[in-house]
């Protein structure tokens, strides 16, 4: 119950902060980039989409994870395709950044998900593969080569 | 049930028809057929997931599939290789009184009975309805008592902040994680990284496919040669079978 008090009071105050009084002299609005394309909508209407995004994928979390139930409606993966683009210089903003589009409203609102610290926060093919990836293949065929004489321990 | 079976197989055809030249191997296309599963349906227990190994196909120096699989799931290393997180290592067994080897992959078996799953006190280990071992990571508190319980020692735990996860393997610090049969994938009427890279490499020491359907690549395998367990004497009714052990 107090959650969706809360929850309310938020919503209403980040509405409130996304339109403004003219001439108000408050911390800045963040930025929200919205996805360009001719006639590209997100997966619900935008103001459904404010107010219940985190209902959407935290659902579709559970049902992905347990069921094996791979909609791409409320995928993350899919919202992380979507919305996420380089800038016009071709940089991708960090999902630490208030540039991110998941991070604006939510550094704005003092929210902090921790759902970036394993998922990707941008689309697979802005994904840099890791340099350090090397070294545990490096790593493993040492092992292999060193160890292949005491592994009978499994027997 | 016939009727269900026809129309995945109906739409199969269709979505490898808009592909096109199909240049997967004859044998996976065969249990792509049987096992297509809609998105928007659950997974049940009339599919079991498992794997069987061939030994003798397996080369002692050969690493695809370890290759494979920390290429598939962005498994970095660190430079320390006892506690890097790895899905499959590669074991070596010896014969003491014959001298004979033999390699083969170890990963998560994916046991009936899981030892992780019953030690875990939040939920976090669990087993899906289609036999998968899995960790949800969302509500894994990192205790690592799955790690201790695990006879494989299949599981590592993440003790690093990561970066450059893909997309489609979301991995973190503070968690535990294993092999996932590629649940990925497998939802997506793929077969396992591994599995694909060794065939792939032309050892064919894998195969992957539903052990509840008499009638697949991998049960008739059973069925003919058998597999035996790792440790079975546990009677974890794993679902990674090995032959040539």
């Given at each position: 119950m107090t959650n969706r008090i809360l929850r309310i009071t938020t919503l209403l105050l980040g509405l409130f902060l996304l339109y403004p009084a003219p001439g108000s002299a408050e911390t800045p609005l963040p930025t929200i980039h919205e996805p360009e394309g001719k006639g590209l909508k997100c997966v619900e209407p935008e103001e459904v989409m404010r107010r219940d995004h985190m209902e959407f994928i935290l659902h579709q979390r559970d049902e992905t994870m347990?069921?094996?139930?791979?909609?791409?409606?409320?995928s993350f993966a899919e919202c992380i395709n979507c919305h996420v683009e380089p800038d016009e210089k071709g940089h991708i903003a960090s999902s630490?950044?208030?540039?991110h589009f998941c991070n604006g409203c939510h550094e704005y609102a003092a929210v902090t998900i921790d759902c970036f610290e394993c998922h990707a926060d941008r689309p697979q093919k802005h994904i840099k593969r890791g340099k350090k990836t090397a070294t545990i293949q490096q790593d493993l065929h040492q092992m292999l080569s060193a160890n292949n004489d005491n592994g009978g321990e499994l027997k | 049930m016939s009727d269900k079976i026809n129309s995945s197989r109906r739409e199969f055809l269709g979505k490898s028809a808009a592909v096109g030249a199909i240049t997967i191997a004859p044998g996976i296309l065969l249990h792509q057929v049987a096992n297509a599963k809609p998105d928007d349906v659950a997974v049940t227990d009339k599919v079991r997931w498992g794997m069987l190994i061939n030994t003798d196909k397996c080369?002692?120096?050969?690493t695809d599939c370890i290759d494979a699989c920390n290429n598939e799931h962005r498994l970095s290393g660190f430079g320390r290789p006892e506690t890097d997180a790895q899905y499959i290592r590669k074991v070596t067994l010896r014969d003491k009184q014959t001298g004979h080897e033999l390699s083969l992959p170890l990963m998560c078996?994916?046991?009936?009975?899981a030892p992780c799953v019953d030690v875990c006190p939040t939920g976090a280990s669990f087993k899906r309805a289609d036999g998968i071992a899995l960790v949800d990571k969302h509500i894994c508190?990192?205790?690592r008592y799955c790690m201790m319980a695990c006879p494989y020692k299949a599981r590592s735990f993440v003790h690093e902040n990561l970066t450059n996860q893909t997309l489609s393997a979301p991995r973190g610090k503070g968690t535990v994680e294993s092999c996932t049969l590629c649940v990925h994938r497998i939802d997506k009427d793929q077969i396992p990284a591994c599995v694909e890279a060794c065939s792939k490499g032309k050892h064919d020491a894998m195969i992957f496919g539903d052990l509840n359907d008499p009638n697949s690549k991998i049960s008739k395998e059973l069925e003919k040669h058998g597999g035996k367990q790792i440790r079975a004497d546990l009677q974890l009714n794993t679902a990674v079978r090995y032959q040539g052990i």
């Open positions: 347990h069921e094996g139930i791979r909609t791409s409606k409320y630490k950044s208030k540039d | 080369d002692k120096g050969c078996q994916h046991c009936e009975t508190i990192g205790c």
